[in-house]
């Protein structure tokens, strides 16, 4: 059973249409986090959030962007989709630590396929 | 900055053959975590297994085992009578201290298992 959900699954949209990728999870987690997998797998950081009202930026710029208004919740949006924003989008989360350790709980992930 | 090297973008073994995914990282933290995690076709990032910078034991679970050296960075993990659901894409993971903001991923190794 799934601790930490994203919706949707795939999507395929047009180009120029703004998207919301949803994500929740039911651990308490207070960190959170949303990487981008291209199709050769690479996995890259491109937001992360320490709880509420928290955003930061990841390793790879992104023009998404997201927003934590609760702690469960951690939606990205494209405001204009565009062909390259084609992805694999997976949110993960963790307990927050300055030790390292986190292990990450990964949704299944969102595929976004722009026309 | 940190680094994680999976040089072997793709292995394919028969069943019950043994196989092992390589994994080397550079870092400058002396306290670090290293992860390996599984994406099966689903999607969804399974952890695996969790070690410090300070644990060099190897570790065994099942049919699974890790092999840590610090003196050459390297974290491999070792399939012992593959199996087809094996299958998947593994990757390995580095976390350094101090609050890291999520993980650094390798580029992954998809294993195929035949049978």
């Known amino acids: 059973e799934a601790d930490i959900y994203q919706t949707p699954r795939y999507l395929v949209i047009g180009t120029g249409k703004k998207i919301t990728l949803e994500c929740s999870q039911t651990?308490?987690?207070?960190?959170m986090y949303w990487y981008q997998q291209d199709p050769g797998m690479e996995l890259h950081l491109i937001h992360y959030?320490?709880?509420?009202?928290?955003?930061e930026k990841g390793d790879l710029s992104s023009e998404s962007t997201v927003s934590r208004i609760r702690t469960e919740h951690f939606p990205l949006t494209l405001e204009s989709a565009r062909p390259s924003h084609t992805s694999q989008y997976l949110c993960?989360?963790?307990?927050?630590?300055?030790?390292?350790?986190?292990?990450?709980?990964f949704g299944a992930g969102s595929r976004l396929t722009v026309l | 900055a940190q680094k994680v090297t999976q040089a072997q973008t793709e292995i394919s073994v028969v069943e019950k053959e043994d196989v092992t995914l390589d994994c080397v990282y550079e870092t400058r933290d002396t306290t670090y975590y290293l992860f390996w995690y599984k994406q099966p076709p689903s999607g969804e990032l399974v952890f695996l297994i969790r070690?410090?910078?300070?644990?060099?034991q190897n570790e065994i679970s099942g049919r699974y085992s890790w092999n840590f050296q610090k003196s050459t960075s390297s974290f491999n993990f070792t399939i012992t009578a593959s199996q087809v659901v094996d299958s998947a894409v593994y990757f390995c993971?580095?976390?350094?201290?101090?609050?890291?903001?999520?993980?650094?991923f390798g580029k992954g190794t998809h294993l195929i298992i035949q049978p």
């Open positions: 651990m308490g987690h207070d960190k």
């Open positions: 959030s320490y709880g509420v009202n928290s955003t």
């Open positions: 993971a580095l976390s350094g201290g101090g609050g890291a903001d999520g993980l650094t």
């Open positions: 070690r410090n910078s300070f644990d060099e």
């Open positions: 993960a989360s963790s307990e927050i630590s300055f030790s390292g350790a986190n292990v990450l709980t």
